[in-house]
T-cell receptor, first 121, second 109 residues
Framework: GAGVSQSPSNKVTEKGKDVELRCDPISGHTALYWYRQSLGQGLEFLIYFQGNSAPDKSGLPSDRFSAERTGGSVSTLTIQRTQQEDSAVYLC???????????????????FGPGTRLTVL | KNEVEQSPQNLTAQEGEFITINCSYSVGISALHWLQQHPGGGIVSLFMLSSGKKKHGRLIATINIQEKHSSLHITASHPRDSAVYICAVPPAAGNKLTFGGGTRVLVKP
């Protein structure tokens, strides 16, 4: 079956422009995660969705970053007024629900998309 | 101290050599994830394990919950194994992953 897909695979933009990054999770996965990997840095959590709501936005670095999810499926990460420090690979992952909602296992494996490489000039 | 630490940060091996990557964590976990990231940036899940040992092809992952330590072994390494290997742990309950810094592996022919 299809895995997690992301688009675009590469995005080059000018400082100050807005960008939208898209994630299509695996069908049936109600949990969706966004992560970021800046150059030379490790992966960091940005935001988590369960269905269309985002119970954990703690990783969003500033109010220029926002994300939404519609229909419990596709998610869009929007970065407004991009800055050079926003340059990174943005990764999306999906999984079955977090435990405590419908899962019976303590952890549900996350499946990662190929990422979007964002370059802000 | 980082919650998840990997060693070494970089590793160069000759084709055919046995490779070991280590991951130590300080948080309570329910499972541990080993991921592989190729130069293009995409991430592939290699293993998810909560106890004992798992094997897939030339890759073996072990975990010792009491010692809070996991290892990833690559037997008979090959240049196509060159990648960054990352361990990631969720908390005791939940899915929010904390990542190690990664181990960059280069296997020379």
């Amino acid at each position: 079956g299809a895995g997690v897909s992301q688009s675009p695979s590469n995005k080059v933009t000018e400082k100050g422009k807005d960008v939208e990054l898209r994630c299509d999770p695996i069908s049936g996965h109600t949990a969706l995660y966004w992560y970021r990997q800046s150059l030379g840095q490790g992966l960091e959590f940005l935001i988590y969705f369960q269905g269309n709501s985002a119970p954990d936005k703690s990783g969003l670095p500033s109010d220029r970053f926002s994300a939404e999810r519609t229909g419990g499926s596709v998610s869009t990460l929007t970065i407004q007024r991009t800055q050079q420090e926003d340059s990174a690979v943005y990764l999306c992952a999906s999984s079955f629900p977090e435990p405590g909602l419908a899962g019976v296992r303590p952890y549900n494996e996350q499946f990662f998309g190929p990422g979007t490489r964002l370059t802000v000039l | 101290k980082n919650e998840v630490e990997q060693s070494p940060q970089n590793l160069t091996a000759q084709e055919g050599e046995f490779i070991t990557i280590n991951c130590s964590y300080s948080v309570g976990i329910s499972a541990l994830h080993w991921l592989q990231q190729h130069p293009g940036g995409g991430i592939v899940s290699l293993f998810m394990l909560s106890s004992g040992k798992k094997k897939h092809g030339r890759l073996i992952a072990t975990i010792n919950i009491q010692e809070k330590h996991s290892s990833l072994h690559i037997t008979a390494s090959h240049p196509r194994d060159s990648a960054v290997y990352i361990c990631a742990v969720p908390p005791a309950a939940g899915n929010k992953l904390t990542f190690g810094g990664g181990t960059r592996v280069l296997v020379k022919p």
